[in-house]
């Protein structure tokens, strides 16, 4: 196997080795064992469960936006698209390898690098936005976050929240973004401006895939919420399993608000981070000594096992020099 992605790899598993042993460490507590006993196995395949419905919604949005962009997938291309997106996401900091990947294996499938560079971006734009458009709700039906952000707070954030995406559209169809980032780029390198102007155009193509097809966009909004939610339904799942007593729509709206930071994680896949915050939100919701265990089922489940999944879909693809493989985009653009 290459040795870059021997090391890579073995670098990630020390990570989550050591994070998942401190977390559990740093949290147990000897009343645990006694929800630990009460422990249901169907709870597992319940959350291996919701988890597929997951990504089946994943792919159903991926498939929904190559149409849109006048390109055909076939259920197997986007298996590895999906899947592959995760790999690299844990592989690489701030999680960058994962688009990346996705634009690799729809370059494979014939889908022109411009075209699926379209498609990874306005996914992520869809998946964000989802969240911000729930952060409103989170904040309202969460006693917890209420109690130290005002009411007036709420509304104004909620307003801005809700017009942001909108604004952002709206403005990419005028020419003031790129007079602010002449002015903004002005004193960076020529290199540093190039990739400014890259990025800028492709969130412009975005923008103008999302008005030429809005219905075909609205579906696959909709079937990115549907992924979301199947992926953050994991955790539930575990409460369930253990027989504790919690509040779905106060739970699904922590995960919410947590995997929003997630997205702006600079650890390869969130780690630390995700733990973190998973103890912060959730440790007054579980019995004492479990937030730890919850917290290492979680990431287990939603991460870790896709992507071993992607491991074995990237590696089989692209051989073990997939760490050199991931600068395809820069060359073919």
């Known amino acids: 196997m290459n040795k870059k992605l021997l090391r890579r790899l073995l670098?990630?598993?020390?990570?989550?080795?050591?994070?998942?042993?401190?977390?559990?460490?740093?949290?147990?507590?000897?009343?645990?064992?006694?929800?630990?006993?009460?422990?249901?196995?169907?709870?597992?395949?319940?959350?291996?469960?919701?988890?597929?419905?997951?990504?089946?919604?994943?792919?159903?949005?991926?498939?929904?936006?190559?149409?849109?962009?006048d390109e055909r997938l076939s259920v197997k291309e986007v298996i590895n698209v999906v899947l592959s997106n995760y790999f690299l996401a844990v592989l690489t900091p701030g999680a960058s390898g994962g688009a990346i990947a996705q634009i690799?294996?729809?370059?494979?499938?014939?889908?022109?690098?411009?075209?699926?560079?379209?498609?990874?971006?306005?996914?992520?734009?869809?998946?964000?936005?989802?969240?911000?458009?729930?952060?409103?709700?989170?904040?309202?039906?969460?006693?917890?976050?209420?109690?130290?952000?005002?009411?007036?707070?709420?509304?104004?954030?909620?307003?801005?929240?809700?017009?942001?995406?909108?604004?952002?559209?709206?403005?990419?169809?005028?020419?003031?973004?790129?007079?602010?980032?002449?002015?903004?780029?002005?004193?960076?390198?020529h290199d540093y401006r190039r990739k400014c102007f890259i990025s800028y155009n492709e969130f412009k193509k975005a923008s103008f895939i999302i008005g030429r097809h809005p219905l075909m966009v609205l579906r696959a909004f909709i079937e990115s919420g549907f992924s979301l939610l199947g992926i953050y339904a994991t955790v539930p799942m575990f409460f369930l399993g253990m027989n504790i007593q919690f509040d779905w729509l106060q739970v699904m709206g922590r995960m919410v608000l947590l995997n929003l930071v997630l997205y702006f994680s600079p650890t390869p896949g969130g780690s630390g981070i995700a733990e973190a915050g998973f103890l912060v939100l959730f440790t007054a919701l579980l019995p004492e000594g479990t937030v730890g265990i919850m917290a290492v089922l979680w990431r287990f489940t939603a991460e870790y096992?896709?992507?071993?999944?992607?491991?074995?879909?990237?590696?089989?693809?692209?051989?073990?020099n997939i760490m050199s493989a991931n600068n395809l985009k820069e060359r073919d653009s």
């Open 11 to 69: 670098l990630v598993f020390v990570i989550i080795v050591l994070i998942s042993a401190a977390v559990i460490y740093f949290t147990f507590d000897i009343r645990a064992l006694q929800y630990l006993t009460m422990f249901k196995p169907w709870s597992i395949a319940a959350a291996f469960g919701i988890l597929a419905v997951g990504l089946i919604f994943d792919g159903l949005r991926l498939m929904t936006l190559a149409r849109v962009t």
């Open 104 to 189: 690799m294996f729809m370059k494979r499938a014939n889908v022109p690098v411009a075209k699926a560079t379209v498609i990874v971006f306005v996914r992520t734009i869809m998946s964000i936005t989802f969240l911000i458009l729930l952060v409103p709700v989170v904040l309202y039906s969460d006693p917890f976050l209420s109690e130290w952000m005002p009411p007036a707070v709420i509304a104004t954030v909620s307003v801005i929240f809700i017009s942001i995406p909108v604004a952002v559209v709206l403005l990419m169809r005028t020419r003031y973004p790129e007079f602010w980032l002449v002015a903004l780029t002005s004193k960076f390198s």
């Open 305 to 320: 096992f896709p992507f071993l999944l992607g491991a074995f879909v990237s590696i089989r693809a692209f051989g073990s």
